[in-house]
């Protein structure tokens, strides 16, 4: 989901239809047979499948095994669709010049929470905001300081940004980090003992 807000657009299709373009090796073919029988005194008639079937547990993985070889296939002849494909993702997005991740951490008494947003200026210089992520934790009923709330926001939005970084498979420029809290922010700077 988090590399779906990657690009500027993103499209959905259903692709129920693909699977029958996608063949099955012949030496494979027996062991996807079918029994049938269109009466019960009828005698059961025998088919073997020559395409994956929608609906089939490894149906999904046959078609993206099957689009990520298409991709190094072709790799050659259209290396930016091949790498996109690669990626899942389908569409280039515009010329980004800079990616910058902008976080921001803060808590309450009763809860505390962090928000990751995504800065990107293009080559013409227009920026581009976009909301990447968020998690709000409740409080525990353990009554605890707010500077000690503070900086467990600060703990959570540092976990949230490098699980955001290694979703995203992209090259950040810079991350910024914030908090309101001086105390937290002291304690954050001070080695460990």
Same mark, same amino acid.
């Given at each position: !989901?988090?590399?779906?807000? @990657?690009?500027?657009? +993103?499209?959905?299709?259903?692709? %129920? #239809?693909?699977?029958? %373009? /996608?063949?099955?090796?012949?030496?494979?073919?027996?062991?996807?047979?079918?029994?049938? @029988?269109?009466?019960?005194?009828?005698? $059961?008639? *025998?088919? =073997?499948?020559?395409?994956?079937?929608?609906?089939? +547990?490894?149906? $999904?993985?046959?078609? /993206?095994?099957?689009? &990520? %070889?298409?991709?190094?296939?072709?790799?050659?002849?259209?290396?930016? +669709?091949?790498?996109?494909?690669?990626?899942?993702?389908?569409?280039?997005?515009?010329?980004?010049?800079?990616?910058?991740?902008?976080?921001?951490?803060?808590?309450?008494?009763?809860?505390?929470?962090?928000?990751?947003? !995504?800065?990107?200026?293009?080559?013409?210089?227009?920026?581009?905001? &976009?909301?990447?992520?968020? &998690?709000? =934790?409740?409080?525990?009923? &353990?009554?605890?300081?707010?500077?000690?709330? *503070?900086?467990?926001?600060?703990?959570?939005?540092? %976990?949230?940004?490098? @699980? /955001?970084?290694?979703?995203? #498979?992209? *090259? /950040?420029?810079?991350?910024?980090?914030?908090?309101?809290?001086?105390?937290?922010?002291?304690?954050?700077?001070? $080695?460990?003992?």
């Amino acid at each position: !989901m988090t590399r779906f807000r @990657k690009h500027k657009f +993103a499209s959905t299709t259903d692709i %129920q #239809k693909m699977y029958c %373009q /996608i063949f099955i090796d012949p030496a494979q073919r027996d062991l996807l047979r079918i029994i049938w @029988k269109n009466r019960e005194d009828a005698d $059961p008639t *025998e088919f =073997r499948l020559k395409t994956v079937t929608y609906g089939t +547990a490894s149906a $999904p993985f046959l078609a /993206i095994r099957t689009l &990520k %070889q298409l991709a190094l296939d072709e790799s050659s002849r259209f290396p930016l +669709a091949s790498d996109d494909t690669q990626q899942d993702t389908y569409l280039l997005a515009h010329a980004i010049k800079k990616t910058i991740l902008v976080g921001f951490a803060d808590a309450s008494q009763a809860a505390y929470g962090a928000v990751v947003y !995504m800065k990107s200026i293009s080559e013409t210089n227009s920026v581009v905001m &976009k909301l990447i992520a968020s &998690k709000s =934790r409740i409080s525990p009923i &353990k009554t605890r300081s707010t500077p000690r709330l *503070e900086l467990s926001a600060c703990l959570l939005l540092s %976990q949230l940004v490098e @699980k /955001i970084i290694d979703a995203l #498979k992209m *090259e /950040i420029d810079d991350v910024i980090l914030h908090t309101d809290s001086t105390t937290a922010l002291a304690w954050i700077n001070t $080695p460990p003992n």
